[in-house]
């Protein structure tokens, strides 16, 4: 990555007098980085802001490379070499600001957190929802964070999806549990409870999924799509006075937007309270019926196997004991 140059009395980051003020930031490309476009070496100075951006701030004179204003994006850059950005806000850098906020951290350590989310909290800052995210609290949390991509948040949660996330500290960290998830070694298992009777007491799905062509905030099967795959386990079925649901378990085998609740849609059986994807409010529910319950990595830095487990927040709690009567809950 881009390295901070060393300090002097001219500081590499000054802090801007107003939100609306540009950001100059200073770095010196590192020999990870010689050879590569100018936009994708910005990219490690300041991950909150979309490469297009970092490209408009170039064609409109704000970056300099060893003190002489960079016109092309795509042009080298070499190891050694000094490079200059002022960084004029967008809403998006607007949010990646800290706020303190409680977070329920379920293991801590200087290398990552596990941190189980509850229902109705945003992830990372989007259109409508600018403040008040889990990135937010983060960089409250850990202000270093701000010098890591996304944050240190490898993975994500839907806003009313509840449970168990990984939350990498250092960049070795968030590298390590990246290429982890991307390589399917990070096991995550989810609850649910799904509209109808689900007769089979254990399948697979595996369609591929991609953004709905209909609907740019929805996801579909479609055949040209990225790989799905989810095991499903069926845990326990009623009849509710909202109709027959049925409570399940879900295993992960990729992790694409809005997966479990695409995948038992695509077979009938949508999530309880997912309106999204032909769900309803039921058993007293007014989000979907969803929650990571279990998650397992490798340690970035040990090896050591982790597992962690946390059970569903009251809402879904109440609404599970109406179906699981057996075990009286999940």
Known sequence: MV??????????????????????????????????RLDKALVTMADEFS??????????????????????????????????????PTPESRAFRPEAMVLPIVFEDEHLMVINKPPGLVVHPAAGNWSGTLLNGVLAHHPTAATLPRAGIVHRLDKDTSGLMVVGKTLPAVTALARAIAAREVHREYLALVHGHLGQASFRVDVPLARDPQSRVRMAVVASGKPAQT?????????????PVSAIRCKLHTGRTHQIR?????????????????????????????????????????????????????????AWQQVDTRHGGP
């Open 231 to 243: 095991d499903v386990t069926r845990l326990a079925v009623a009849e509710t006075a909202d109709g």
């Open 3 to 36: 390295q901070p140059p060393p300090q002097t009395d001219n500081p590499s980051l000054t802090e801007p007098d107003d939100d609306d003020a540009p950001e100059r930031r200073t770095a010196v490309v590192s020999r990870e980085l010689h050879g590569v």
């Open 262 to 318: 695409v995948h038992m849609a695509s077979r009938g059986y949508p999530l309880v309270g997912d309106v999204m994807y032909g769900g309803h409010p039921a058993l007293g529910l007014r989000r979907q019926a969803l929650h990571a319950t279990r998650l397992g990595l490798a340690h970035p830095q040990t090896g050591e196997m982790l597992w962690f487990d946390a059970a569903p927040p009251a809402d879904l709690a109440l």
């Open 51 to 88: 490469r297009s951006h970092l490209q408009s701030l170039i064609e409109q004179g704000h970056v300099w490379v060893n003190g002489v204003v960079a016109n092309s994006a795509s042009r080298k850059v070499l190891a050694g070499q000094q490079i200059d950005v002022d960084l004029v």
